[in-house]
């Protein structure tokens, strides 16, 4: 792989305090230990990591849910406008930069916000303001910081980072990132729980940020490094790794521009479904209840889908990532769409028995599949060297997506008395998408086609 352009910016201090390139064993690796801890700091962004706060929440602010849920999709919609251009910076700067100063306002913003009543007073007292038009403002900023660091800048660099430091094994970095991701997801909710019982929801917020501030803002700072190029390094290994002709290429012959990226037909196809899964099943999620309740079934029925459908989606996840290396990313693209088209279709007819079954099976296995499309295609299509650029604007998609379905369902559920509408709506719109999945191919870049 070529040197890239954007690493004579970033070269000063790599090798401070240590150097990458001294160390016995693959510096790689530690950058994805790194990965998977920057992934767990973003949780106070994630939606599960904010909806263990929402009632307290409701409580301090004297706000409606709804209003809540309002403000909580301006503030992540409005980050998702602005990751585009934070990715470019993340090109522009570096994961090492970068990645420590999101971190360091994480940790700030937390503490922050762990004033959030006491601030509501005092602007209540000195405006002369009504109190809830103040707690909207107020809450809606917060959502967008919390959303734009956490689930948007956080999460953007350590994935980043991992990717770019596997090139051949890039698909064995993630299979381990994605696991270690689902555990750490999957056991968040309990643990920030407990830290509510035990502190309070401001306690819990307080000492989130105060750990994150003190220790993962320097262990970013001191493991963070971009890419191994900036390093003296190449990526996978200290020894020349050996690979089979029939592999896929795992980086195209030169790495595309977000503008050049846009002119072709994976970038929208991929990043619009996506942007479909996170809206659909965030959607899902946060109505399962109401969902399966419609149908005549159990709230035990609907929280009970989410144990077995982990399984498999890290097992799903796992294969996937493994065979990433040795097979066209079209195909993980393509098996992602239509199990996502099987939970769209079964969802829509849910009740106990098969149909019940096959919305597990879908998903499990799309949201297994979806941290591949979301990591290892972007670079194995185009490049590195401007990989923040474009998975900003990927990032920006989904975020969206995470905003708009929740509310979404719950406008179509008031207007019609069903989410049905809702589902055949995505179910169609995925359709579409399937089809142009077909003819994805890997895009090659304009300067490398042979002349006609």
Known sequence: ??????????????????????????????????????????????????????????????????????????GTIISAMILTPAGKKLDQYGARIMGTASVLLLGILLIGLSGMETLL?????????????????????????LRFLGQGMVTLISRNMVMKWFDHYRGRANAIL??????????????????????????????????????????????????????GMKPDSLKEVKIKASSPPSHPEKSFTLQEARKTLPFWV????????????????????????????TRIQAIGIFLPASFLSIASNFIGSWLSDYIRMRYIVLVQQASLLILMFFMNRISPGLNYIMVLIGYGITGGLFNITNSVVWPRYYGIEHLGAITGQIM?????????????????????????????????????????????????????RPAS
């Open 178 to 231: 994605g696991i270690c991701i689902s555990f750490g997801f999957s056991l968040a909710p309990r643990i920030l729980n407990g830290m509510v019982q035990s502190s309070g929801w401001d306690g819990a917020w307080r000492q989130l940020g105060l750990g994150i501030v003190s220790a993962g803002a320097i262990a970013f700072w001191l493991i963070g490094r971009d890419n191994p190029f900036v390093c």
């Open 121 to 145: 007073g005092a602007l209540t007292e000195k405006l002369g303001v009504p109190d809830q038009v103040i707690a909207f403002i107020i809450i809606t900023i917060s959502f967008f910081l």
């Open 1 to 74: 792989m070529r040197d890239m352009t954007q690493n004579n910016r970033i070269k000063k201090s790599t090798n401070f305090p240590f150097s990458p390139a001294a160390f016995p064993f693959y510096y790689g690796w530690l950058i994805l230990v790194m990965g998977i801890i920057g992934v767990w700091m973003s949780v106070p962004g994630q939606t599960m990591g904010v909806s263990v706060f929402t009632d307290d929440l409701i409580r301090v602010l004297g706000l409606s849910r709804v209003n809540l849920s309002l403000a909580y999709m301006i």
């Open 396 to 448: 920006g998609f989904m975020v969206a997506g995470s905003a708009i379905g929740p509310y979404f369902f719950s406008l179509i559920k008031k207007y019609t008395g069903s989410y049905s509408t809702a589902s055949l709506i995505c179910f169609a719109l995925l359709l579409v998408l399937f089809t142009l999945g077909i003819r994805v191919r890997r895009p090659v870049h304009p300067d490398t």
């Open 270 to 297: 991929i990043g619009l479904t996506l942007c479909m899964h996170s809206l659909y099943v965030t959607a899902m999620t946060f109505h399962i209840v109401s969902i399966f309740e419609t149908a005549g079934m």
